[in-house]
């Protein structure tokens, strides 16, 4: 027994920490939410728990992804810590709904909250310039719909500028990276418009776009917006917050641009339209100044007549009365 080291509280937390910090300085924990409490609205505390275990957690408000409540299984990423005064707990920096069910609720619960603020109504949408000249672009360099929409974009139209922010669209960082560029574009004064986009994915992949504090940035963006999530069937609170959704990367290219070719036939047609409108009102008109022609030459024609025969009469009636 004597050989066994003997530590002061104070020292036997220190190494605790100091073990956790090298073998587990971070860990992600999967479990069912219980006891989710919020106090003086800037501390959070909950447990996840199993069947055979709870665990406690600790941390920020600012770190969760929207409302959540007891009885959602969550994915918890943290730092497990032992305190002074508290005991084990884990110092958690992210927390993400798991499964069908429990992203449908989060989803629920938030949209039923920022409905409430007005986030979704139509009279906050703004009007997109079309075409858009100078985009900014939030997706990341390695995906498809990275490419499907710059694709898209210089098959149809030429002049665009486009800055790209390269984030990840999926992972524990992706919805800080994704918030970041949108912040960073918005100061921009240079650009039309905003354009997030990800290509399809299961319901974990897409559940960053309907966490807080993304459909907030979209929402919040000085610079009007324009969300394109998975595919047409998948709609985010992202894409409900943007000025405009589209259905897929590819049609937030179209929504953007028109295509050349349509635009040149449109205007060869129209030119033909007015060519003929025109060769048709000079018609009308040569034909009505035809006419006038006509009538005033037989009124002009009308008048000598009389003026001859007034001139006749009173030439006849001279000779009448010369003496």
Do not use: C
């Not at 921009?188 to 905003?194: E, K």
């Amino acid at each position: 027994m004597d050989s066994l080291p003997a530590f002061s509280p104070s020292d036997f937390v220190a190494s605790i920490n100091q073990t956790f910090e090298y073998a587990y300085p971070q860990v992600a924990v999967v479990g069912e939410l219980a006891n989710f409490k919020v106090s003086k609205n800037k501390w959070v505390y909950f447990d996840l728990k199993d069947e055979g275990a709870s665990v406690k957690f600790f941390g920020s408000v600012y770190h969760l992804p929207g409302p959540i409540e007891d009885g959602m299984v969550v994915r918890v990423v943290g730092a497990p810590r032992m305190s002074p005064l508290y005991g084990f707990s884990v110092s958690f920096s992210l927390i993400q709904p798991v499964g069908e069910g429990s992203l449908k609720r989060a989803a629920d619960l938030l949209r039923a909250k920022l409905e409430q603020e007005g986030l979704f109504a139509p009279e906050r949408k703004r009007i997109i310039p079309f075409p858009a000249r100078r985009i900014g672009l939030v997706t990341s360099k390695e995906s498809a719909a990275y490419r499907d929409f710059l694709k898209v974009i210089g098959e149809r139209w030429q002049d665009v500028f486009i800055v790209h922010a390269n984030v990840g669209v999926q992972g524990d960082s992706a919805a800080a990276e994704i918030v970041a560029a949108i912040r960073l574009l918005g100061q921009r004064m240079d650009l039309d418009v905003i354009v997030v986009i990800r290509g399809g994915g299961s319901a974990d992949d897409l559940a960053i776009f309907s966490t807080e504090r993304v459909v907030r940035a979209v929402a919040g963006s000085r610079v009007p917006t324009l969300v394109a999530v998975g595919h047409e069937r998948d709609v985010s609170l992202a894409e409900l917050a943007a000025d405009q959704r589209g259905s897929t990367p590819s049609n937030a290219a179209e929504l953007l641009v028109p295509e050349l070719q349509a635009v040149s036939r449109s205007l060869t047609d129209t030119a033909r339209l007015a060519d003929s409108l025109l060769s048709g009102a000079v018609q009308v008109q040569t034909t009505r100044l035809a006419a006038q022609r006509t009538s005033v030459m037989a009124r002009v024609h009308s008048v000598v007549a009389q003026a001859e025969s007034v001139l006749d009469a009173q030439r006849q009636q001279v000779e009448l009365l010369n003496p």
